[in-house]
């Protein structure tokens, strides 16, 4: 009652920050509330006897293949090797024992939101040439199409690897899914440094595109970004279309989730953009407290907010999350958090199908044809 309380109150100074206006004080405010509550650590259901509590067991070792622009720091043990600073590009795995305790194997089915961050630990990073990286991926992947995953905001890179493991465990993308990490921080207080990161980190994430489509072929890849990871996105594929001779799609899917990408910037870039892919989803929400206080902070609408700014994007579905239990305080980590969701991406990727064919999908007419929402 004691932690549900605390959440309510945090939520509430949280709306009145945001009511407050556009303040940078007010907003810095609650860029802090925001983060301290994405670190809070899931503790179990009060009146739980210890005694029943197990110790921890190994579950499962898995690995998620990676790019990196980031510096070493300490490559004796996996939690300190790369850093925050930019460096060349190196790549190899990330091995990730995930630990999981009776409480959380019991509350974890009932809570859907549950994020199991702290139940896996990052035990091991093997380093690769590019050469033996590529074809250790394309050995893996075999026919199926991978995915190059783009994290966000203030993402260091042990908790990027694990946030890319839960989205690949999730999604069925086991050695699929190839996780890109830019120099993010991970600090709450550094994100216009985190903002000059992902800018610079275009160029790599750019050259990491390309090498995906002379290896798996036009339209043999996808390409998905989280909030800042959807702008480098938006940077990168701008210099491609700019060069692009071809009409042949580069890739197949290109998903945007919850992206901070000023909404008018890219949509000036969306019709280089687009033809590049066989399909773009944008996933959007009215309810992303992050992205809320990014606008207040730029003065100016995220491409991962809906509403009516959006209404001059075509040839891409929207897809309006807002209608969705906010399942995380921030509303920011649907793609991750919340089920209904992750099926719908599942479908896309794993079944190929398109937005008309989705089981919880219905369109938004009364908006436009290429907005679609959750079903009720």
Same mark, same amino acid.
């Given at each position: 009652?004691?932690s549900l309380r605390s959440s309510q109150m945090v939520q509430i100074n949280t709306q009145l920050i945001l009511n407050r206006g556009k303040s940078p004080i007010f907003c810095a405010i609650l860029v802090l509330i925001l983060i301290s509550v994405m670190s809070c650590s899931h503790v179990p259901p009060a009146g739980t006897d210890p005694?029943? +509590?197990? /110790?921890?067991?190994?579950?499962?070792?898995? =690995? $998620?293949?990676?790019?990196?622009?980031?510096? =070493?720091?300490? %490559?004796? %043990?996996?939690?300190?090797?790369?850093?925050?600073?930019?460096? %060349?590009?190196?790549?190899?795995?990330? @091995?990730?024992?995930?630990?999981?305790?009776?409480?959380?194997? @019991?509350?974890?089915?009932?809570?859907?939101?549950?994020?199991?961050?702290?139940?896996?630990?990052?035990?091991?990073?093997?380093?690769?040439?590019?050469?033996?990286?590529?074809?250790? +991926?394309? !050995?893996?992947?075999? /026919?199926?199409?991978?995915?190059?995953?783009?994290?966000?905001?203030?993402?260091?890179?042990?908790?990027?690897?694990?946030?890319?493991?839960?989205?690949?465990?999730?999604?069925?993308?086991?050695?699929?899914?190839?996780?890109?990490?830019?120099?993010? &921080?991970?600090?709450?207080?550094?994100?216009?440094?985190?903002?000059? &990161?992902?800018?610079?980190?275009?160029?790599?994430?750019?050259?990491?595109?390309?090498?995906?489509?002379?290896?798996?072929?036009?339209?043999?890849? !996808?390409?998905?970004?989280?909030?800042?990871?959807?702008? #480098?996105? $938006?940077?990168?594929?701008?210099?491609?279309?700019?060069?692009?001779?071809?009409?042949?799609?580069?890739?197949?899917?290109?998903?945007?989730?919850?992206?901070? $990408?000023?909404?008018?910037?890219?949509?000036?870039?969306?019709?280089?953009?687009?033809?590049?892919?066989?399909? +773009? %989803?944008?996933?959007?929400?009215?309810?992303?407290?992050? *992205?809320?206080?990014?606008?207040?902070?730029?003065?100016?609408?995220?491409?991962?907010?809906?509403?009516?700014?959006?209404?001059?994007?075509?040839?891409?579905?929207?897809?309006?999350?807002?209608?969705?239990?906010?399942?995380?305080?921030?509303?920011? *980590?649907?793609?991750?958090?919340?089920?209904?969701?992750?099926? &719908? $991406?599942?479908?896309?990727?794993?079944?190929?199908?398109?937005?008309?064919?989705?089981?919880?999908?219905?369109?938004?007419?009364?908006? #436009?044809?290429?907005?679609?929402?959750?079903?009720?």
């Amino acid at each position: 009652m004691q932690s549900l309380r605390s959440s309510q109150m945090v939520q509430i100074n949280t709306q009145l920050i945001l009511n407050r206006g556009k303040s940078p004080i007010f907003c810095a405010i609650l860029v802090l509330i925001l983060i301290s509550v994405m670190s809070c650590s899931h503790v179990p259901p009060a009146g739980t006897d210890p005694s029943t +509590v197990s /110790k921890h067991q190994t579950d499962a070792m898995f =690995t $998620v293949p990676f790019i990196t622009v980031r510096n =070493t720091i300490d %490559t004796s %043990t996996a939690e300190n090797y790369y850093g925050n600073r930019r460096a %060349t590009q190196s790549q190899g795995l990330c @091995k990730l024992e995930w630990n999981k305790s009776y409480i959380a194997s @019991k509350v974890e089915k009932h809570i859907e939101f549950y994020i199991p961050e702290g139940s896996a630990n990052l035990t091991d990073i093997d380093r690769f040439s590019s050469s033996d990286f590529w074809s250790t +991926v394309g !050995d893996t992947v075999g /026919k199926e199409k991978p995915l190059l995953y783009v994290h966000g905001y203030k993402i260091d890179f042990e908790k990027a690897c694990k946030r890319a493991q839960i989205m690949q465990h999730n999604l069925g993308l086991e050695r699929r899914l190839i996780l890109f990490s830019w120099p993010s &921080d991970g600090a709450s207080i550094k994100y216009a440094r985190d903002e000059a &990161d992902i800018t610079w980190s275009a160029k790599a994430l750019r050259e990491a595109i390309m090498t995906m489509a002379e290896r798996f072929g036009p339209g043999g890849f !996808d390409l998905a970004g989280h909030s800042l990871g959807g702008r #480098g996105l $938006v940077l990168a594929l701008t210099e491609i279309a700019a060069a692009q001779k071809d009409d042949k799609p580069l890739l197949d899917q290109l998903i945007f989730f919850a992206p901070d $990408v000023d909404a008018e910037f890219a949509a000036q870039r969306m019709p280089g953009i687009i033809p590049l892919a066989r399909n +773009v %989803t944008l996933y959007a929400s009215s309810n992303d407290h992050a *992205l809320q206080v990014s606008e207040n902070l730029h003065g100016y609408p995220r491409l991962g907010q809906a509403g009516r700014h959006l209404d001059e994007l075509h040839g891409l579905d929207i897809v309006d999350v807002s209608n969705l239990p906010v399942r995380r305080f921030t509303g920011h *980590l649907y793609h991750i958090a919340n089920k209904s969701v992750i099926h &719908d $991406v599942s479908e896309l990727l794993n079944g190929r199908k398109a937005a008309d064919e989705r089981e919880k999908l219905e369109q938004h007419t009364e908006i #436009g044809q290429q907005f679609w929402q959750f079903k009720e």
